[in-house]
């Protein structure tokens, strides 16, 4: 009888064992796809678009004004990282104004209102454009708000076709780094080889306030790319 009574419960913990075992490799598989369908691309640079005959543009989004952590800022932290970028590769450049400025008397309106941004999905109006579909490599650069690039980096994306295209992301930020945003951005540029893992996220007060160890961690970056002027 005790014999039978501890079969049955060997049984049924082996039952129990395996069940688990294969739900996680389940949900481990489901997060490997997950993974993978948000990156076009591993974080593997494509030859081809780093040499020195591809066209380059750099694209940016950048606050002036109030900002966290350097006070009041006539020239904003990411434009200063997009020049740099721009001085080591001759790359084109745009820079991405929103219709509507962002306060710049006060940060903690501005980021509300981004905030806000955010929460409903906006795509705020831009004022001019660029002919991405002329380029073959293009640097993405803005500051990190919520966890996501500002949502009128997302009115550019949405109005080109990234088919073919490499797409680098660069970054500003204040402690957060990357966080994330260089997915996001590969998801947003649909059928572009987008090099997560690979961009760039530099510190606004050093992008301000030591910019000899920006402009170093610019160049050492590019190099690590391959791709200098």
């Known amino acids: 009888m005790i014999k039978n009574i501890l079969r049955t ?35 593997k640079t494509a030859p081809s678009a780093l040499n020195e005959d591809s066209k380059k543009l750099i694209v940016f989004f950048s606050h002036t004004g109030e900002n966290y952590n350097v ?8 434009h200063i990282i997009a020049d740099m970028i721009n001085q080591a590769t001759g790359a084109d450049i745009f820079e991405i104004v929103p219709e509507k400025a962002y306060p710049a008397d006060s940060y903690n309106e501005c980021i509300a209102i981004a905030k806000k941004e955010l929460e409903s ?7 001019g454009d660029v002919n991405v579909e002329d380029y073959d490599l293009i640097f993405i650069g803005y500051p990190n708000w919520w966890g996501n690039p500002p949502m009128c980096v997302y009115t550019f994306i949405e109005k080109h076709h990234w088919d073919g295209k490499t797409v680098i992301p660069f970054i500003t930020h204040e402690g957060s780094g990357m966080g994330g945003t260089d997915r996001k951005i590969a998801a947003s540029c ?3 080889n987008t090099l997560t893992g690979q961009g760039l996220a530099i510190q606004g007060k050093v992008a301000q306030e030591n910019q000899p160890a920006a402009q170093k961690s610019v160049e050492s ?4 790319l391959g791709m200098k002027k």
């Open 71 to 78: 006070g009041y800022i006539e020239k904003g932290n990411t």
């Open 221 to 224: 970056w590019l190099e690590e």
């Open 121 to 127: 999905d906006a795509r705020p109006a831009i004022k």
């Open 9 to 43: 419960l060997l049984v049924t913990l082996c039952g129990v064992s395996f069940l688990t075992a294969s739900a996680s490799d389940n949900s481990e598989n489901q997060t490997n796809k997950e993974d993978k369908s948000l990156m076009n691309t591993d974080s």
């Open 190 to 192: 649909k059928g572009a």
